[in-house]
């Protein structure tokens, strides 16, 4: 019998990656079920996908909260409460403390619209075309506490077009992660240390 890893999501905005994780998470053999989502905006589009969804949903906001410390404390407990084997950041706008990404270490991983380790941090489509790149696409990563620099687990390409705009090119990446970010979390699943599936407290 398939035992499936429980995975959470974090997000703070519309939740399309979300959304197509849980779409991959319905096929029977997928290796992952999503037991729960989490975002640090109350008002995040994607939290009413995942109610719709009946899935759990938690928000914790930094202005909750004393300082990035106790927030990042109060997800880990949200986790920890659903039991989570792996966390999906997935259009998560906030940088997590190294203490949060050190105690989630080979459990936490990220979707980024850029090959890594080209164009790590924000605005990625415009630098792509502004380098004059021929190929731009996303990359699904484990998180370590330096942005955007842990080890790649797949990525995905798409071709710069002529007369392309940032938009037209997040249009057509975003399209890349979609089919990208269920493939890689299967991979990441496989890769998952034994150890590490209960996490420390
Ligand atoms: C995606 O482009 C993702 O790569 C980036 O933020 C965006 C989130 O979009 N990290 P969505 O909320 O998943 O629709």
């Not at 890349?176 to 890769?191: C, I, N, S, T």
Request: aromatic letters at 4%.
């Amino acid at each position: 019998m398939l035992l499936r890893k429980r995975v959470a999501i974090l997000i703070s905005g519309r939740g399309s990656n979300m959304s197509a994780l849980i779409e991959a998470a319905r096929a029977p053999d997928y290796p992952a079920e999503i037991v729960g989502i989490i975002s640090n905006r109350a008002a995040a589009e994607g939290l009413e996908i995942a109610r719709r969804e009946s899935l759990p949903v938690a928000v914790h906001s930094l202005k909750n909260y004393p300082d990035e410390i106790a927030t990042d404390r109060a997800i880990s407990q949200t986790l920890e409460s659903w039991g989570v084997d792996m966390v999906c950041l997935a259009g998560f706008m906030r940088i997590l403390s190294a203490q949060f990404t050190q105690r989630w270490q080979d459990r936490l991983i990220n979707i980024h619209p850029s090959l890594l380790p080209k164009f790590k941090g924000v605005d990625t489509h415009r630098r792509a075309i502004d380098a004059g790149e021929k190929k731009h696409g996303c990359s699904v990563h484990f998180v370590v506490p330096e942005l955007d620099a842990g080890p790649v687990i797949a990525r995905s390409s798409v071709p710069v077009l002529p007369g392309d705009t940032p938009e037209t090119l997040a249009d057509r990446v975003l399209l890349a992660e979609h089919r990208l970010y269920p493939r890689a979390l299967k991979k990441a699943l496989q890769r998952l240390p034994e150890s590490a599936q209960q996490p420390a407290a």
